[in-house]
């Protein structure tokens, strides 16, 4: 997982700047005394950020998209009409889902999917802004937002990226799903990389037994920096029974990860399908 770092200090008595409060001279040259970034005297040279999606090589080579899947969930009480907001997001040609709110008889939830970010402020908010969904009563505690990832081990990051997500959320056969955010605690981010592939190895494994038995299949999103109350991934589990969903959640809280590195858990978010769109590749 990525970890994050805080950037460092730019308080105005730091170095370079005198008691004085007239600020140092540097030689009328960039890059502070010394002359050029990374020259004797001068700040080290900064790397760009890679920000692309990472997989494992193919053919011999690096696998790297700079691309991902963007995917919402707005939950709203006061419908009385599910098949009319599921006919307004077809006719919108929106790619998501339309469920149905196990805890509240008026209650929908729908899921949106998208690459570009933009659609989520433009085509999308102009749908919530009309009518049958603008007159529903939002559940902003249940909103979520999340974007796919890598971890750099993928053999096919279109797939990863793209594909599964899509795949999962519009399969007819896994009615059934549950949404929750989740964060760690910090320290989970100071263990040594070989204790943390075997933190998230335990809990991975719980998942893969469950979607080989075809029970429970998830989605993985992550919502740093993006998430209303500071949450580090979104999960969505996804099947053709609700009791198989809870025993996954059940199952994984005996792991390392959600006993002793989850700060927080939820709220859940559970339904079942109204209506999907159409999964195309």
């Known amino acids: 997982m990525p970890s994050e770092s805080a950037p460092q200090s730019s308080h105005p008595h730091a170095a370079g700047k005198p008691a004085s409060g007239r600020p140092a001279s540097t030689g009328g040259r960039p890059g502070g005394a010394g002359g050029r970034p990374g020259g004797p005297g001068g700040p080290a040279p900064v790397e760009k950020p890679n920000l692309s999606e990472k997989g494992s090589p193919?053919?011999?080579?690096?696998?790297?998209?700079?691309?991902?899947?963007?995917?919402?969930?707005?939950?709203?009480?006061?419908?009385?009409?599910?098949?009319?907001?599921?006919?307004?997001?077809?006719?919108?040609?929106?790619?998501?889902?339309?469920?149905?709110?196990?805890?509240?008889?008026?209650?929908?939830?729908?899921?949106?999917?998208?690459?570009?970010?933009?659609?989520?402020?433009?085509?999308?908010?102009?749908?919530?802004?009309?009518?049958?969904?603008?007159?529903?009563?939002?559940?902003?505690?249940?909103?979520?937002?999340?974007?796919?990832?890598?971890?750099?081990?993928?053999p096919d990051l279109e797939e990863t990226l793209f594909t599964r997500p899509r795949r999962t959320a519009m399969n007819a056969d896994w009615p059934w799903v549950v949404w929750y955010p989740l964060r760690r605690k910090g320290e989970f981010e100071m263990l040594p990389p070989e204790t943390q592939r075997g933190v998230l190895m335990e809990h991975g494994t719980i998942g893969r037994a469950f979607g080989e038995s075809d029970l429970a299949h998830d989605i993985r999103l992550a919502c740093h920096g993006m998430d209303l109350n500071d949450n580090d991934f979104v999960v969505g589990l996804m099947g053709k029974e609700l009791q198989p969903l809870s025993a996954v959640v059940q199952t994984m809280r005996k792991t390392k990860q959600t006993s002793q590195y989850l700060d927080r858990l939820g709220p859940f978010f559970v339904g079942k399908v109204a209506w999907q769109s159409r999964f195309s590749k």
């Open 58 to 154: 193919k053919d011999g080579q690096p696998q790297e998209m700079n691309r991902r899947l963007f995917v919402q969930l707005l939950a709203f009480s006061d419908c009385e009409d599910t098949a009319a907001v599921a006919a307004a997001m077809e006719a919108a040609g929106v790619e998501g889902v339309v469920y149905e709110n196990i805890h509240d008889p008026f209650g929908i939830a729908v899921l949106a999917m998208h690459e570009d970010p933009n659609f989520f402020v433009g085509d999308w908010r102009e749908l919530l802004q009309t009518e049958p969904l603008a007159s529903l009563t939002p559940c902003p505690e249940l909103t979520m937002f999340g974007r796919t990832y890598s971890i750099g081990y993928e």
